[in-house]
Structure formats: structure tokens, C-alpha cells
């Protein structure tokens, strides 16, 4: 049994716990006549996807899992909790955009290690133009509300 039940499997039922948990709430959410979809499509459809790929991760995975070898480093994780914490903090200030911006810019630098030229002249434009494009995708095309900018 200790060789059946390895790592990702474990993450395989954690994940199609959470799909279950998604697929249960999207079903209480408040219908409203004007939309003939219904707020619950979206959710069900991402929680459908992670279903699936969650089985496929179980299916897959045979035998145990080798351990991670090297130090494991928990600067990255601690920095990304940070950034997410910010990001969540200031998102309803500033606005999607550019609380957008300022997210994918702060990762991005961190995560890039070439030098900062360089790194500048890559994550503007794509922090500007994915910003926007999510904005106007979500905001205009769906239709889902987001923060605009508060001045």
C-alpha cells in the first residue's frame, strides 16, 4: 500500500477534492435572468478540467516517487506569498491594471536572472500588455466586474 499511495497521487485526490469543493459552490451561486449562461458555467468548466487532469495524474503515476535531492530552498515560495499578499492588498486601490502590472513585474524580476536591462525591456510590455489583455478580457468580454482605477 506504501507504494500505491505516493506523492502525486496525493495530490491527484487533494485536487479532485477541490474540484468536487468548486463544482458544489458554483451550483449555489445566485442565477440571475439576464444571463442566460448562468454564473455557475465558468467554475463548473475549470472544475471539470482539473477533475480530469487530476484522474489522469492518478492513473499515470506508478510505483513510488523519487525523494528531491539538493537543499530546498523556501526564498521563492516566501517571496511569492508575499507578492500575492500584496497584490490582494492593493488590487481593490489601484485597480486590476495596474495592481496587475506591479505583480507580474515584481515576479517576473525576481524570476528572471539575466541582467536588469534586459530583464526591464522583456517584463514591461508583457506586465502592460497581459494586464490589459486580461482586463478586457474578463472585464469586457465576460463581463465579470474588476476594480477600475481610484483616484
Do not use: Q
Not at 78 to 98: D, E, K, S
Amino acid at each position: 500500500m506504501k507504494n500505491f499511495m505516493n506523492r502525486e497521487r496525493i495530490i491527484a485526490l487533494v485536487c479532485l477534492a477541490f474540484a468536487a469543493y468548486i463544482w458544489i459552490v458554483a451550483g449555489t451561486f445566485p442565477a440571475s435572468f439576464l444571463d442566460s449562461v448562468g454564473p455557475a458555467k465558468y467554475p463548473r468548466l475549470l472544475a471539470s478540467l482539473i477533475g480530469i487532469t487530476a484522474v489522469i495524474l492518478f492513473a499515470t503515476s506508478n510505483g513510488p516517487v523519487k525523494p528531491i535531492k539538493g537543499k530546498r530552498e523556501f526564498r521563492s515560495l516566501a517571496y511569492i506569498l508575499l507578492c500575492i499578499m500584496i497584490y490582494l492588498l492593493i488590487f481593490t486601490r489601484i485597480g486590476f491594471i495596474l495592481s496587475t502590472i506591479a505583480f507580474l513585474l515584481a515576479l517576473t524580476l525576481y524570476f528572471d536572472h539575466r541582467e536588469l536591462k534586459t530583464r526591464l525591456k522583456i517584463a514591461v510590455p508583457y506586465a502592460v500588455c497581459f494586464s490589459v489583455f486580461l482586463y478586457f478580457f474578463f472585464a469586457k468580454l465576460l463581463g465579470v466586474l474588476l476594480p477600475s482605477i481610484v483616484l
